[in-house]
């Protein structure tokens, strides 16, 4: 018995180191074709492959390749898949080198990649025409407390497009900070956003989303504010937090308003309540399905 385990380990450190040399050579293989005057679909079709297979050997030429208008995005996929630290820094100095599709596309790559050591360079693009928006999408993918601080000094200078990405790019840091426990750095900003008179109403409904999940239960007089409320876009907004939410005082909250609700909330109310699935709000369902 213990003989066959020993068999089988080796067996599987043979395949496993055989695996990883077929790898290595496919690899150099590859990197040849990068180099090489191979036509621009023999490379991308390169950098596909190396995007499954490509360790941090590949990060110097593939790096090369991110100012070349035809190849920076295969070069860029690639690079977005390779494990190595290598890759932010080659980003990061592409920055400050590449110019037009190509620039914005590494602004991208550093966001997909939530390089935090990118913060500062993106925070500088935020005043510059060209780059602003994918800045600032990039630095609300990042979500560190120091992006969302470029976000928020940035935001009430902007408008039209400019506002609109910022907006995202720190809903989007809001999304990040509350995975990382930072509850009320992400209160502080879904409350702004939500408070912006002039920001699009999308913007407006998905930051009362957040800042009523954000607060649990404390999230409950938002809720019923906004179920009361004229806009019909941000009591659709509080009511699909209150079906991603398992609060029971939000239950309460939901019953409570049924009754007095005119018609069309009360739609989105039964709705809501249907979906927590909780045998106390049939009766009140029942009712309103009678009126």
Known sequence: ???????????????????????????????????????????????????RVATKESVPTLAALLGDEK??????????????????????????????????????????????????????LLDETETAEAAARALGNIGT?????????????????????????????????????????????????????DA?????????RGAILARGKDGVPLLVEAIRGPDYALAAAAVRAAMESSVPEITDALLSEVPEAPAQRQGLLIRALADRGEPRVLPTVLQAAQG
């Open 71 to 124: 190849l920076s995005h295969m070069a860029r996929y690639a690079l977005e898949a390779i494990r190595d630290p290598s890759v932010d820094g080659a980003l990061r100095d592409a920055l400050g080198k590449v110019q037009g599709s190509p620039r914005l596309g590494v602004i991208g790559s550093l966001g997909a990649r939530r390089d935090a050591a990118a913060v500062e360079a993106l925070a500088g």
């Open 145 to 197: 407390p120091a992006a969302a601080k470029a976000l928020e000094e940035t935001l009430p200078g902007a408008s039209g497009r400019k506002q609109l990405a910022v907006c995202e790019g720190l809903l989007r840091s809001a999304e990040a900070l509350v995975a990382e426990g930072r509850d009320e750095a992400s209160r502080a900003i879904y409350d702004r956003l939500h408070g912006l008179a």
């Open 1 to 51: 018995m213990w003989k066959s385990h020993q068999y089988l380990i080796l067996a599987l450190t043979l395949l496993a180191a055989t695996t990883a040399a077929r790898s290595f050579a496919q690899e150099a293989d590859l990197l040849v074709v990068l180099r090489s005057d191979a036509t621009i679909e023999e490379k991308s079709a390169a950098c596909r492959q190396l995007a």
């Open 200 to 208: 699009p109403r999308h913007v407006r409904a998905a930051a009362l």
